[in-house]
């Protein structure tokens, strides 16, 4: 009944006999603060947003939350699958979307801010050569210890400084699970197909490439030579700190 008292014997809080809508009002701004979640308490720093807060119709494939990534499985610092990025750089982004929605376009990510634990999860897995269950599909001509060489890996990212952005387009009424417009690879595919300006891309593939590039270079963004998706804003708010809060 709601004016019983409540034995309670909870670690890291006092004990004793408490009335139960006290310890309701403790259980609920816990979990509002987002307290309980693998048993650390993080909230969202000051200068970050999430991304859909900030484009509502934005869409959102983000790969290293579950396990369709050149890894195979949920990346460390994942706990739920959100795009978080500075204020800076989705206010950016917002300015892109709005110029390709008259033409029945807008933006899918791949994969925002990113943190350094989840950066160390991919040192990891470069460095276990015995894996390779995702090579046919991630980086079938590039041997796995070549990776950290030809920089598709790196001790460190910009992703963690909270202003990149790997994204591709996508049509506004394409169903749900539609992978966007042709680019002529997947995401995070390691191989010089990939770099922006290859060769071998069709027309279309330099097209839309060419779109993409072009609107992120007209907002403010910088790309990667190695990567069509990758961009990072030229005047990141934080150019010298490498976050570690958790996505979620």
């Known amino acids: 009944m709601i004016g019983a ?12 006999r408490y009335p139960a809508p006290f310890i309701l009002a403790f259980l609920l701004a816990v979990l509002s603060a987002g307290a309980i979640a693998d048993g650390e308490s993080v909230a969202l720093p000051s200068g ?24 195979g499985e949920r990346i460390d610092g994942y706990r739920a699958p959100r795009a978080i990025l500075s204020h800076e750089a989705a206010a950016a982004l917002a300015k892109v ?7 029945g376009l807008g933006l899918m990510v791949f994969d925002a801010y990113r943190p350094q634990r989840a950066v160390d999860h991919f040192v990891r ?21 070549d990776l950290f060489l030809e920089e598709y890996i790196a001790a460190r990212s910009s992703h963690s400084r ?3 952005v790997d994204l591709t387009l996508v049509a506004l009424d394409a169903p749900p699970g539609d992978v966007g417009l ?8 390691f191989g010089p197909e ?7 891309a069709t027309p279309a593939q330099h097209a839309h ?21 990758h961009f990072t804003l030229a005047e990141e708010p934080y150019p010298e700190t490498w976050f570690d809060f958790p996505v979620q």
């Not at 008292?5 to 004793?16: E, V």
């Not at 979307?97 to 033409?103: G, I, S, T, V, Y």
């Not at 990939?194 to 071998?200: E, K, L, N, T």
């Open 182 to 189: 042709d680019m002529g690879t997947g995401f995070d595919f």
């Open 5 to 16: 008292a409540i034995t309670c014997q909870t670690p890291g809080f006092p004990s004793g």
């Open 97 to 103: 979307q709005k110029d390709l929605r008259p033409f």
């Open 48 to 71: 970050f947003v999430y991304l859909d807060a900030v484009i509502p119709d934005i869409r959102l494939d983000l790969r290293y939350s579950g396990s369709h990534n050149f890894v």
């Open 194 to 200: 990939s770099w922006p300006d290859y060769a071998g």
């Open 125 to 145: 897995w470069a460095q276990d050569l015995q894996d390779t269950r995702t090579k046919a599909e991630f980086y079938p001509d590039v041997d796995k210890q």
């Open 162 to 164: 909270g202003s990149t």
């Open 209 to 229: 490439r060419l779109l993409l590039r072009s609107l992120m270079l007209q907002h403010g963004f910088k790309p990667y030579p190695k990567e069509w998706w």
